[in-house]
């Protein structure tokens, strides 16, 4: 049998041990102590190593652990001292004790059943019972799990009998004696896992994503070092988002004027000459922008042309004409706009202004083109 230190102490990070037996192939190690933890519970194995060899997974046999190595274990060689990765034992030991509290609150505060946990690489997962949680619930529950977390609240493991343990979260379904971790107050589960003395250790917990599996609801949820890393990864991806947004933009921007020229170009081509032989384009739209602005500087672009577009938003006017009318827009528009009581004014070949009123413009339009 061989006995599980971190079942007592999850900061044992450097421990003593003997060799009970070793693979012929040097390869899979029995010791008589160990802190490595295996994979277990949703919680994966520890790393580090055994006098100069690395761990490379830590297996559960019943009573013993298997250590597997990466190099073969010296035969001659009869005790190890073994090393766990601190980073890797310190981020599961946040992870899961991050589980518990927030297993707790869901199930204390909002009704929801934890059924199973993962312990993910890049993210946790805990799927909760009943599904149908709203967006605005978990943004609910993860305002109550930080503030519980921020009670720095004492973590306790104990031992009890299967038969006398009271008040567990989950019952556990496992005879004999239990191992119970508490978070005071608030949670009693039975777990072998490791976990943190206090839920301040934890630092924050951020919720992520949701997705409905079978029967319940899978929630994603990092803590700890992993919160400030998401937190980056998903403004770096608003501000890649905003960028190829404004990219878009501009190019929808740039292919709306070109479009206007072209259109600009058309209408003069269908266009018959008046009788003052003037190419004459006189429309009312409910507003004037740069897509208008543009095909008007295409349309009196060509020799004839002149243009009186308006628009109901701002009672706005624009008046253009080509060089060879003799026309100076400028000098023509503004005291008419002046006279009505509006505002305006431009060079020879262009320009705009705005009337009181909407229904001003009929009349002034007339005066320009008389």
Avoid at 124 to 129: A, K, L, M, N, P
Avoid at 146 to 166: K, T
Avoid at 260 to 285: C, K, M, N, T, Y
């Amino acid at each position: 049998m061989t006995e599980r230190l971190y079942y007592h102490d999850a900061y044992l990070l450097d421990f003593q041990a003997q060799v009970q037996t070793c693979s012929p192939d040097g390869l899979r190690l029995i010791l008589d102590r160990t802190a490595f933890y295996p994979t277990s519970g949703g919680q994966p194995h520890d790393l580090g190593t055994l006098g100069d060899h690395c761990v490379v997974d830590v297996i559960d046999e019943g009573d013993e652990i298997v250590h597997l190595l990466d190099s073969p274990w010296p035969s001659s060689t009869t005790s190890a001292r073994g090393l766990i990765d601190v980073p890797r034992r310190l981020d599961h030991m946040r992870q899961h004790t991050a589980q518990h509290l927030l297993s707790a609150v869901m199930a204390e505060d909002f009704g929801l059943a934890t059924v199973s946990f993962h312990l993910g690489a890049a993210a946790s997962t805990v799927d909760v019972e009943p599904a149908a949680v709203s967006p605005a619930t978990l943004l609910q529950i993860e305002r109550r799990v930080n503030e519980r977390l921020r009670e720095n609240l004492s973590i306790n493991v104990s031992y009890e009998s299967a038969a006398d343990a009271q008040g567990l979260r989950k019952e556990s379904g496992r005879q004999g004696m239990l191992r119970i971790v508490s978070i005071a107050s608030l949670d009693r589960s039975a777990c072998g896992g490791t976990h943190l003395r206090h839920t301040g250790e934890i630092g924050m917990i951020l919720l992520g994503g949701t997705e409905k599996v079978r029967q319940a609801l899978r929630m994603e949820f990092v803590a700890g070092d992993r919160v400030l890393p998401r937190i980056r990864q998903s403004m770096q991806a608003e501000a890649e988002l905003r960028a190829r947004l404004a990219d878009t933009d501009k190019s929808r921007k740039k292919l709306t004027i070109e479009l206007a020229e072209a259109s600009g170009q058309l209408r003069f081509a269908a266009a018959q000459p008046d009788a003052q032989g003037r190419v004459l384009w006189r429309e009312e739209f409910p507003e004037l922008d740069d897509a208008l602005r543009a095909g008007v500087a295409a349309f009196v672009a060509n020799p004839g042309a002149v243009a009186v577009l308006t628009g109901r938003s701002g009672a706005a006017v624009l008046f253009a004409a080509h060089p060879s009318l003799g026309i100076d827009c400028g000098k023509c528009l503004k005291p008419l706009l002046d006279a009505a009581g509006g505002r305006g004014g431009g060079s020879p070949r262009m320009a705009q202004g705005g009337l009181p009123e909407a229904a001003m413009l009929s009349a002034l339009v007339d005066q320009l083109l008389a």
